[in-house]
């Protein structure tokens, strides 16, 4: 016993400094990721089974936010509208993305410029962004409908329409995304050895086939890790939707983020606002762990 | 085939093959692939050339249907009207100080983290790493609620007691703004990953002269991270500027909003022009496209191989 009490405190003092010393360095960053993110998923949590509000005293109501939530035809329309927001844009954008690497790839001309051109909606803000096609879609005034008078179209409210509203907010929205899939693809394109186009080419293979049956299996991996982060992004929509149409009109635009903003800061009940949360927060964490999953094996 | 097996003639089919990818033939695919590239970059600046036009016309002028896309005259004033707008110097500063702010923080906190999860021996090491690593995936946007109540509960802060009850805590606050993105897991990650490629030698004679963990961190090992954390630094500037519903949430305070939200009120406000509107839009897309064009190669062959590569 006593020997080995004799060891084994140098050692101790040896590794208490060592620990100090790093603690220190990660306290700052670790207060930091505590109180903006692990504090809040547990409190979203916490929340969720109680009717946290201004107005009352609060208690604790077990499952009944969920019950409500899953009759909540309201809730339901923007479940509804997110996942229609969700594909409209993740795959087309994903498409033009691909389309423009490939394009990109090759030596043509100007390909510096139609890369920072098509990277330029992504530096935008969202704010800016929303702005901008506000105008662009605005009903008397607009650039939109001033083109398609001039053609001899007839005129549309987009924003005002409630079927076409949504798919005007996704048109934005691969505007201002396919820049990013672009550059993930063309990162992806960089990665795959030239030996196998050279190889195919001397067996004679088009260029069709090329595309087909090499460079689309090889990006696979970074096609599955775009469709992640794109459903993770698109699933929280918010900010296009405050500014351009306010869940309207007759709420074919209220997405789940919007929704819960709404019932959260709107009406104060916080409860409720934080049963949607979690369940937005379950959904996009499902997705998540697939990307990780993704990119680790991508890496090994 | 007797052709390929001859070294000389298979490098010529290949040069050939090269020197086709180089040089497009002039065939109909390409001509058509080529438009059609020319047409989605030409779709992709529409808005901004509207926008850009827009800000230039005169009040009439904007009202009038269809619109012309060239302006009648080049309307400066419209800027001049957009930058007299009563707050729109303070929210300069205030963006100026918000995206300034959480740069700075994340530089210093994530480099000091990363360091320390990447180069120190200490327990817990593997249990904390995870934890960012698991950090990464909680979505912001489903945590604004809480993280409002939070910032609002702060002990001490902005009239509360010590539970953090009674007053407002950091609501309408620069500390409230800059707080929770001060550090993030991506940052953490990124200087981690980038501290674990560079070899031990280069604090080790260091550490034999007795130079304490902060001297070798700051003197030895952060010259040796200027790429990353110029990499870091900008995106941290580009998040912050742009973001919109952080302030938008937690400033109540119209002496509190930035230029996202000074450019949102000015466009949903009730005497908006669409004029001013657009040189107010083009305002605040100018500098981040500026600062993209002199810092492009970095930036994005940063962003690509820290955030996919890892």
Redesign the interface.
């Given at each position: 016993m006593a020997l080995q009490n004799s060891t084994s405190r140098p050692v101790k003092t040896v590794r208490f400094h060592q620990n100090w010393s790093a603690y220190a360095f990660l306290a700052p960053a670790l207060v930091i990721l505590f109180l903006s993110l692990l504090l809040p998923a547990v409190a979203t949590l916490l929340m969720s089974f109680t009717d946290v509000s201004f107005l009352k005293p609060t208690s604790f109501i077990g499952f009944d936010n969920y019950i409500k939530l899953f009759n909540d035809t309201r809730f339901q329309q923007a479940v509804g509208n997110t996942i229609h927001y969700t594909i409209g844009v993740t795959f087309p954008t994903m498409l033009l993305g691909l389309l423009a690497a490939v394009a990109l790839n090759q030596k043509v001309p100007g390909r510096m410029a139609f890369r920072t051109i098509f990277y330029l909606p992504v530096l935008t803000s969202l704010i800016a962004a929303a702005v901008v096609w506000a105008y662009v879609y605005e009903p008397y005034a607009g650039p939109l409908n001033g083109v398609l008078t001039r053609v001899g179209l007839p005129p549309q409210p987009w924003l005002q329409n409630p079927s076409l509203a949504m798919n005007a907010l996704i048109i934005m929205a691969i505007w201002r995304d396919f820049g990013t899939a672009m550059i993930i693809y063309l990162a992806g394109l960089q990665d795959i050895p030239n030996d196998l186009y050279e190889a195919a080419r001397l067996d004679g293979a088009k260029g069709k086939d090329i595309f087909l049956r090499i460079t689309v299996p090889m990006l696979s991996s970074v096609t599955f890790y775009l469709l992640i982060i794109l459903i993770v992004q698109t699933f929280q929509v918010f900010g296009a939707i405050y500014v351009m149409t306010q869940g309207g009109p007759l709420g074919s635009t209220e997405t789940v983020v919007y929704q819960m903003y709404q019932t959260a800061f709107g009406y104060t009940e916080f409860g409720y606002g934080a049963a949607m949360s979690t369940i937005l927060f379950l959904t996009i964490l499902v997705f998540s762990i697939i990307g990780t999953r993704i990119m680790r094996r991508k890496d090994a | 085939m007797t052709d390929?097996a001859q070294p000389a003639a298979m490098e010529r089919?290949?040069t050939a093959?090269r020197r086709g990818?180089?040089?497009?033939r002039f065939d109909v695919?390409n001509v058509i692939?080529?438009l059609l590239?020319l047409f989605?970059?030409l779709?992709?600046?529409?808005?901004?050339l509207?926008?850009v036009s827009?800000s230039f016309k005169g009040d009439q002028e904007?009202?009038?249907?269809?619109?012309s896309?060239v302006p009648d005259g080049l309307r400066w004033q419209n800027y001049l009207d957009a930058m007299a707008s009563p707050d729109a110097g303070r929210q300069l500063v205030n963006s100026l100080i918000y995206a300034l702010g959480s740069t700075v923080s994340n530089l210093?906190?994530?480099s000091?983290?990363g360091?320390?999860?990447a180069r120190?021996?200490?327990?817990g090491?593997n249990l904390?790493f995870a934890?960012?690593?698991g950090?990464?995936?909680?979505?912001?946007?489903?945590?604004?609620?809480?993280?409002f109540?939070?910032v609002q509960k702060i002990p001490f802060a902005g009239g509360n007691d010590w539970l953090g009850n009674g007053g407002t805590g950091l609501l309408n606050t620069y500390w409230g703004m800059i707080?929770?993105?001060?550090?993030t897991?991506f940052g953490?990650f990124m200087m981690r990953q980038f501290f674990t490629r560079i070899p031990m030698e280069y604090e080790e004679s260091a550490k034999l002269d007795g130079a304490?963990?902060?001297t070798i961190?700051r003197r030895i090992l952060l010259p040796l991270a200027r790429p990353s954390l110029a990499v870091l630094g900008v995106l941290s500037f580009?998040s912050a500027?742009?973001d919109?519903?952080w302030p938008?949430?937690l400033n109540s305070h119209r002496e509190m909003a930035t230029l996202?939200?000074g450019?949102?009120l000015l466009?949903?406000g009730p005497d908006a022009r669409?004029n001013v509107?657009?040189a107010m839009?083009t305002l605040?897309?100018l500098p981040?496209?500026i600062v993209?064009?002199l810092a492009?190669r970095h930036v994005?062959d940063g962003?690509?191989?820290s955030g996919?590569?890892?």
């Amino acid at each position: 016993m006593a020997l080995q009490n004799s060891t084994s405190r140098p050692v101790k003092t040896v590794r208490f400094h060592q620990n100090w010393s790093a603690y220190a360095f990660l306290a700052p960053a670790l207060v930091i990721l505590f109180l903006s993110l692990l504090l809040p998923a547990v409190a979203t949590l916490l929340m969720s089974f109680t009717d946290v509000s201004f107005l009352k005293p609060t208690s604790f109501i077990g499952f009944d936010n969920y019950i409500k939530l899953f009759n909540d035809t309201r809730f339901q329309q923007a479940v509804g509208n997110t996942i229609h927001y969700t594909i409209g844009v993740t795959f087309p954008t994903m498409l033009l993305g691909l389309l423009a690497a490939v394009a990109l790839n090759q030596k043509v001309p100007g390909r510096m410029a139609f890369r920072t051109i098509f990277y330029l909606p992504v530096l935008t803000s969202l704010i800016a962004a929303a702005v901008v096609w506000a105008y662009v879609y605005e009903p008397y005034a607009g650039p939109l409908n001033g083109v398609l008078t001039r053609v001899g179209l007839p005129p549309q409210p987009w924003l005002q329409n409630p079927s076409l509203a949504m798919n005007a907010l996704i048109i934005m929205a691969i505007w201002r995304d396919f820049g990013t899939a672009m550059i993930i693809y063309l990162a992806g394109l960089q990665d795959i050895p030239n030996d196998l186009y050279e190889a195919a080419r001397l067996d004679g293979a088009k260029g069709k086939d090329i595309f087909l049956r090499i460079t689309v299996p090889m990006l696979s991996s970074v096609t599955f890790y775009l469709l992640i982060i794109l459903i993770v992004q698109t699933f929280q929509v918010f900010g296009a939707i405050y500014v351009m149409t306010q869940g309207g009109p007759l709420g074919s635009t209220e997405t789940v983020v919007y929704q819960m903003y709404q019932t959260a800061f709107g009406y104060t009940e916080f409860g409720y606002g934080a049963a949607m949360s979690t369940i937005l927060f379950l959904t996009i964490l499902v997705f998540s762990i697939i990307g990780t999953r993704i990119m680790r094996r991508k890496d090994a | 085939m007797t052709d390929l097996a001859q070294p000389a003639a298979m490098e010529r089919q290949i040069t050939a093959h090269r020197r086709g990818r180089e040089f497009p033939r002039f065939d109909v695919m390409n001509v058509i692939g080529y438009l059609l590239l020319l047409f989605a970059a030409l779709a992709t600046v529409m808005p901004f050339l509207w926008m850009v036009s827009t800000s230039f016309k005169g009040d009439q002028e904007i009202f009038r249907f269809p619109p012309s896309f060239v302006p009648d005259g080049l309307r400066w004033q419209n800027y001049l009207d957009a930058m007299a707008s009563p707050d729109a110097g303070r929210q300069l500063v205030n963006s100026l100080i918000y995206a300034l702010g959480s740069t700075v923080s994340n530089l210093v906190f994530c480099s000091l983290a990363g360091y320390a999860l990447a180069r120190m021996q200490f327990s817990g090491r593997n249990l904390i790493f995870a934890l960012v690593v698991g950090l990464l995936m909680v979505p912001a946007q489903s945590q604004i609620v809480p993280v409002f109540l939070i910032v609002q509960k702060i002990p001490f802060a902005g009239g509360n007691d010590w539970l953090g009850n009674g007053g407002t805590g950091l609501l309408n606050t620069y500390w409230g703004m800059i707080l929770p993105t001060a550090a993030t897991p991506f940052g953490i990650f990124m200087m981690r990953q980038f501290f674990t490629r560079i070899p031990m030698e280069y604090e080790e004679s260091a550490k034999l002269d007795g130079a304490s963990p902060f001297t070798i961190f700051r003197r030895i090992l952060l010259p040796l991270a200027r790429p990353s954390l110029a990499v870091l630094g900008v995106l941290s500037f580009q998040s912050a500027w742009n973001d919109f519903v952080w302030p938008l949430i937690l400033n109540s305070h119209r002496e509190m909003a930035t230029l996202q939200i000074g450019l949102q009120l000015l466009q949903s406000g009730p005497d908006a022009r669409w004029n001013v509107v657009m040189a107010m839009a083009t305002l605040i897309t100018l500098p981040v496209i500026i600062v993209y064009l002199l810092a492009q190669r970095h930036v994005i062959d940063g962003a690509v191989t820290s955030g996919v590569k890892g």
